[in-house]
């Protein structure tokens, strides 16, 4: 009888828990075309569809995949005083982006730590627009929402609005830009990576962005909720079934095969801009100036070089996952694997992880242990697989 009531119990507590999670305007979508629900950050989301996500990984590569990722943060910073505001807490140099362009880049904490990874796009002088990870909106916006009640009380010129009324579509793969094409009358080819319009797709005021997570060629498309689902059946309809719905499994196995960090697994509050391998996103004026968050610490790194750093590898044996201790010859630690499995389009192991510099250059043989056995490794630069994303020629 006891046994009875533990399991009604745990089933009773499940049910509650799934209850309480958030649901895309997508949702409906996902079940009536098989997606496996799970939660993720909150939120329900689809893990994959009919197709393995070894298969829809592949495919997005070879054709396209559209991604539901709604549960990502979209918000707009607005006034004559937001860049100069969101300079204070991100390392990018951000005035001097060009009017619709943005750039990846980085919060930071006091100490130099990252505080989470973004996206940010200089719609106009006044208008600053990104877009933060799920599981660290809570965390982001109590971080921006400190931080400009304190310059706004010095007079500043600053506000924002949170998108909670638009979804957000990933469009990825060689076929995301003539599918697209079709389905707006702006000219895409004129519009390259890293570049942002707000333009009719379809007939609905849209944001886009041609950027992504993959690696691939494709867009961040925001879209106001109530028309989601009406912009998703047509992109899947005009490619002939060749783009497919494609879940968070494959989202996770394409980022890594493009060598891009996942917050909270390859970047966390302790590790530095300069640690995790972004130097690049640092602009040349804001080495020069810093002022931003933790500047002290990232530009004595910039300088004289980290301690650690994040690195890829190509391993034997089982696919290496988080937290697998990376050793030297002698059976030392090195680090650890931040994230890694089986590439589904190289066919083999690819982890990543940090490393003590100095055992950081590419060709350096290491060991992953995993299951208390020593495998074969060695540091290879990233991405493994190339990118793809639409340049000017």
């Known amino acids: 009888m006891l046994d009875k009531l533990a399991v009604r119990c745990r089933l009773m507590a499940a049910a509650a828990a799934a209850a309480e999670l958030k649901k895309t305007a997508l949702y409906d979508f996902h079940v009536e075309n098989g997606g496996k629900m799970v939660p993720f950050a909150g939120w329900n989301m689809p893990i994959q569809y009919g197709d393995s996500i070894m298969d829809s990984t592949v495919n997005c590569r070879e054709n396209g995949g559209l991604f539901d990722v709604s549960h990502m943060c979209g918000l707009s910073l607005t006034g004559k005083d937001s860049v100069p505001f969101l300079e204070r807490l991100v390392v990018a140099d951000v005035a001097g982006l060009r009017l619709g362009t943005g750039t990846l880049t980085v919060f930071t904490n006091e100490r130099g730590g990252v505080i989470d990874d973004s996206v940010v796009t200089k719609v106009r002088d006044d208008h600053i627009y990104l877009v933060v990870n799920a599981g660290c909106r809570d965390k982001d916006l109590a971080h921006i929402a400190e931080h400009m009640e304190a310059f706004k009380a010095k007079g500043a010129d600053v506000s924002w609005h949170i998108h909670d009324e638009r979804s957000l579509l990933a469009l990825q793969g060689p076929l995301a830009a003539p599918v697209l094409q079709l389905l707006t009358k702006d000219d895409l080819s004129k519009m390259y990576f890293g570049e942002f319009r707000t333009l009719d797709i379809n007939g609905f005021k849209c944001f886009l962005t041609r950027t992504g997570y993959t690696g691939e060629d494709g867009f961040e498309i925001s879209v106001p909720s109530e028309n989601a689902v009406d912009l998703a059946k047509p992109i899947l309809e005009k490619s002939e079934g060749k783009i497919r719905l494609t879940g968070l499994g494959a989202r996770d196995s394409l980022r890594l095969e493009a060598g891009l960090c996942l917050y909270g697994n390859d970047m966390e509050q302790h590790i530095t801009p300069i640690e995790a391998g972004l130097s690049w996103a640092i602009g040349k004026r804001r080495r020069a100036e810093g002022g931003f968050l933790g500047a002290n610490v990232i530009l004595k790194q910039l300088e004289e070089g980290p301690a650690i750093r994040r690195v890829g590898f190509f391993s034997s044996g089982p696919p290496p996952r988080s937290h697998s201790e990376i050793l030297n010859s002698n059976g030392e630690k090195l680090g650890e694997v931040t994230s890694g499995g089986f590439s589904p389009c190289l066919k083999k192991n690819i982890a990543m992880g940090y490393v003590r510099s ?36």
């Open 358 to 393: 100095g055992s950081h250059k590419p060709g350096t043989e290491v060991k992953i242990a995993i299951r208390g056995k020593s495998n074969d490794a060695v540091v290879t630069k990233m991405p493994f697989v190339p990118t793809k994303y639409y340049k000017p020629s």
